[in-house]
């Protein structure tokens, strides 16, 4: 048996995990309490993938149905910030709010945020991203490493 859980989203406590994490981010992207705190969209949390290979990192983000416009990928020192939003598109854009009637609402809309501390061997400067599929890649190379040698002492002999 293992002893380490997952969490899923039918446990009550990731729900309130969920809900305290949006309620920070709001808070800190807005000091003094703007309407955004009371917003009634919870926004979600993008699962992600931190992958490394012999040359590079590669963080994907699960974004399906976000617009890739509303994404913006800032660098901030060694942390990587990943900001964006899923606006709500329902298939009957013609008809007015108040003739339609949800009874489930399964889709996650509203603002996210990520972020991340970058090792000190990627290469800033080279960082870059691609879309695909629903899917954010972003591609963090790493420095060229320098091979270790000898370094000759002069003298005045």
Known sequence: MNPIKRITDE??????????DTMFQRFFEDPFFSSKL???????TPACNIIERKDRYTIEVAIPGVDPHHIDIELDGQILKIKGEKSEKH?????????????TVEHHYGSFFRSFTLPENVDVEEIHADNKDGVLFIHLPKNKETKARRIKINTEE
């Open 91 to 103: 298939e009957d854009t013609d008809v007015e709010d108040d003739e339609i009637t949800f009874h």
């Open 38 to 44: 009371l917003d009634r969209k919870d926004g979600f």
């Open 11 to 20: 446990q009550p406590i990731k729900k309130l995990k969920n809900e305290v």
